[in-house]
């Protein structure tokens, strides 16, 4: 089945069941948005906590401009969802509100060895992961490609010039360290997730 | 059409590196946010990100949960070592990069405070110039001053003296005044009976503009000597006004001379 693109409006009438009271619309906006809300949070540099948070706060806006009737067109409500999670990070930032989960006293409350253990988890098969795809990788120039792209930040094209590599070269290990990544990340994350 | 152009120049990638430009942030953001495939993307590169930067720390997993699969002996001795020797690389490659990088910015930083001290001692150094100018040239000033003041201190042996006599009518009296500016005496007729201890002698243009104004204390029964400098009455026209002062120090007209001031001719040398 052909994943519709984004360009196309999907559901051009999400707003107008929003607005007639449709509660599932609601849950609908929430779980196709949700994900990619998250991106645009962690990209702003929102911690953890701060995701949560300011995800709550996107959708309660977001349901609450689509209610009021102030998304004039449909089609524009993916922009207008990325904009509005992006702004708030913004503006969590600017602020340097203190919301409810950087309080150092309702982070020690909600503490407990199963978060803490969870997030240690995914951590931990992240990093054991990497290893292995780097492992997997086989020459140390595909292993510098990747360390200097992901984190020394370095452009592509300075990478390809100094290394002596073709644009398609480059694209290759990088397509070949994701997808690799991808396979061993979805078969440690079921493991964990049968336990 | 949008998605393949992303899909094409590494938009994903260069999203989590933060590279692309807050326009093409935001216009992938928009595309995204309801994109699975872009999603998985992103997501696979943050990880990626995430764990070589873990690996590269040498930040160590914790013993998981779940069951590793078998391996055997030597070959699990291998990998760990081999996991070892990358940890080390990858973690002294980082650390030279970072220390590199600091050194690059304490010696940009070291010089552009050399550049502020420099520019600092330059300001100095003017204004230390424009100073010691000045004072060169107070000094001039003051040399000058003291010359003044000396030659206006030097006794005056011959000092002109112009008695000017009360007259009725608009008669003027010409003064012929040296060619050199210097010291003269005003000789003014006081009034019969003198009935004032203190006088005003008043100056004017014959428009009434005051030019000079004192007091004067008689120095005789019948005259008041007014010493002025005869640079201050050029060739001109002036009105000379003489006031008793009474007791309320109102001011009680007392004479009112008109006189014309005109230069000497210069004594021309005697031919031989």
């Known amino acids: 089945m052909n994943e519709p693109t984004a360009s196309e409006p999907r559901s051009p009438s999400l707003a107008d069941r929003i607005r007639a009271g449709d509660a599932a619309a609601e849950r609908e906006l929430v779980e196709r948005y949700s994900r990619g809300v998250k991106v645009i949070l962690r990209n702003a540099g929102a ?3 701060a995701v949560d948070d300011l995800h709550q706060e996107t959708f309660r806006i977001a349901l609450e401009k689509i209610r009021r009737g102030d998304l004039r067109d449909a089609a524009g409500l993916s922009g207008f969802i990325s904009s509005l999670a992006r702004n708030l990070a913004i503006d969590h930032f600017r602020r340097g509100r203190r919301s409810a989960t950087d309080d ?13 253990a969870l997030d240690r988890m995914v951590a931990s098969e992240q990093a054991r992961v990497v290893r292995q795809v780097l492992e997997e990788l ?11 792209f992901y984190l020394s930040s370095e452009a592509k094209e300075k990478i390809c010039e100094e290394l002596g590599l073709s644009s398609l070269q480059f694209n290759r290990v990088l397509y070949r360290a994701r997808e690799r990544y991808r396979e061993l990340y979805k078969k440690a994350s079921s493991g964990r997730d049968m336990l | 059409m949008e998605h393949a152009n992303f899909e094409e120049s590494d938009t994903a990638e260069r999203y989590v590196t933060k590279r692309l430009s807050a326009e093409e942030r935001a216009r992938f953001e928009a595309h995204f946010v309801d994109c699975s495939r872009c999603l998985d993307r992103i997501e696979a590169a943050e990880g990626l990100r995430e764990g070589i930067a873990r690996a590269a720390v040498g930040e160590e997993p914790r013993p998981l949960p779940f069951r590793m699969p078998r391996r055997s002996r030597p ?3 291998a990998l760990a070592l081999a996991a070892s020797l990358l940890l080390v690389l990858g973690a002294s490659v980082a650390l030279s990069l970072r220390t590199a990088r600091r050194a690059e910015a304490a010696l940009e930083a070291e010089r ?3 550049a502020q001290a420099k520019q600092q001692l330059a300001d100095a150094e003017q204004r230390l110039s424009a100073a010691e100018a000045a004072a060169r040239q107070e000094q001039q000033a003051r040399s000058a001053l003291e010359a003044q003041l000396a030659k206006e201190r030097r006794p005056q042996l011959a000092v002109p003296v112009f008695a000017l006599i009360t007259t009725r009518g608009d008669e003027k009296e010409t003064l012929r005044l040296p060619p050199v500016p210097q010291w003269i005496l005003l000789s003014l007729e006081r009034e019969s009976p003198a009935r004032f201890d203190r006088y005003q002698v008043t100056v004017m243009s014959p428009d009434g503009r005051q030019l000079w104004q004192g007091e004067v204390q008689p120095t005789s029964r019948e005259q008041l000597a007014v010493g002025l ?8 026209d002036y009105v000379i006004q003489v006031d008793g002062i009474g007791r309320a120090r109102t001011p009680v007209r007392v004479a009112r001379h008109a006189v014309r001031v005109v230069a000497a001719p210069q004594a021309t040398p005697p031919k031989r």
């Open chain 2, 75 to 77: 070959a699990a001795i």
């Open chain 1, 104 to 116: 150092p006293a309702t982070l020690e409350s909600v503490q407990s060895l199963e978060p803490g």
């Open chain 2, 229 to 236: 400098h005869s640079s201050l009455l050029p060739p001109s």
């Open chain 1, 47 to 49: 911690n953890a906590p």
């Open chain 2, 112 to 114: 552009a405070a050399e």
């Open chain 1, 138 to 148: 086989g020459t140390d120039r595909d292993r510098e490609i990747l360390r200097r």
